[in-house]
T-cell receptor, first 116, second 111 residues
Framework: GAVVSQHPSWVICKSGTSVKIECRSLDFQATTMFWYRQFPKQSLMLMATSNEGSKATYEQGVEKDKFLINHASLTLSTLTVTSAHPEDSSFYIC????????????FGNGTRLTVT | QKEVEQNSGPLSVPEGAIASLNCTYSDRGSQSFFWYRQYSGKSPELIMFIYSNGDKEDGRFTAQLNKASQYVSLLIRDSQPSDSATYLCAVRLTNAGKSTFGDGTTLTVKP
């Protein structure tokens, strides 16, 4: 149980274009999902907390107008990287948890974004 | 001081040995503690979680938590080459809150 599906697995786009990444909880409902970014040989960096039916909460230093998050249902959150630039190239990973005490995060397989 | 600190690696152990991974955290009110394994190029996968003082065992893995010392560890017995990965410690302050990750410790198990 507690499967998180993320799509696409990888994407290559041209500078200036936008890319949408989907994150779905397949067998549970998630009122909260988390989006992380990871650069090579670095740890996970939390970008934002996605809240179903309300605005996302962004971490300090993360541009909310550049990284648009929509959590339209209890099983789907999307991250859109707008006007992507080469420095946005990274590994983006979503995660979600079952709404239970001390339940762990479950991660999607990640999306490797390359901006040319 | 980082919120979650892990012993700097890389850590190398021979096959069959015990690998010991350590993590300290700064917020004494932290409630839940997690260990994740991340293979190169992949997303993290959960190994164990613990929230009570003491030991918790699952197969070859044992998590140890000492809230008084703000310390959590992961022991891997009978290490296998397939255990070679980066191990991430994560700490959560409240049940519904965000998780804070350490920088990870890279483990190499040599055949």
């Amino acid at each position: 149980g507690a499967v998180v599906s993320q799509h696409p697995s990888w994407v290559i786009c041209k500078s200036g274009t936008s890319v949408k990444i989907e994150c779905r909880s397949l067998d549970f409902q998630a009122t909260t999902m988390f989006w992380y970014r990871q650069f090579p040989k670095q740890s996970l960096m939390l970008m934002a907390t996605s809240n179903e039916g309300s605005k996302a909460t962004y971490e300090q230093g993360v541009e909310k107008d550049k990284f648009l998050i929509n959590h339209a249902s209890l099983t789907l959150s999307t991250l859109t990287v707008t006007s992507a630039h080469p420095e946005d190239s990274s590994f983006y990973i979503c995660s979600a948890r079952v709404e239970a005490v001390n339940s762990p995060l479950h991660f999607g397989n990640g999306t490797r974004l390359t901006v040319t | 001081q980082k919120e979650v600190e892990q012993n700097s690696g890389p850590l190398s152990v021979p096959e069959g040995a015990i690998a010991s991974l350590n993590c300290t955290y700064s917020d004494r009110g932290s409630q839940s503690f997690f260990w994740y394994r991340q293979y190169s190029g992949k997303s993290p996968e959960l190994i164990m979680f613990i929230y009570s003082n003491g030991d918790k065992e699952d197969g070859r893995f044992t998590a140890q938590l000492n809230k008084a010392s703000q310390y959590v560890s992961l022991l891997i017995r009978d290490s296998q080459p397939s255990d070679s990965a980066t191990y991430l410690c994560a700490v959560r302050l409240t049940n519904a809150g965000k998780s804070t990750f350490g920088d990870g410790t890279t483990l190499t198990v040599k055949p």
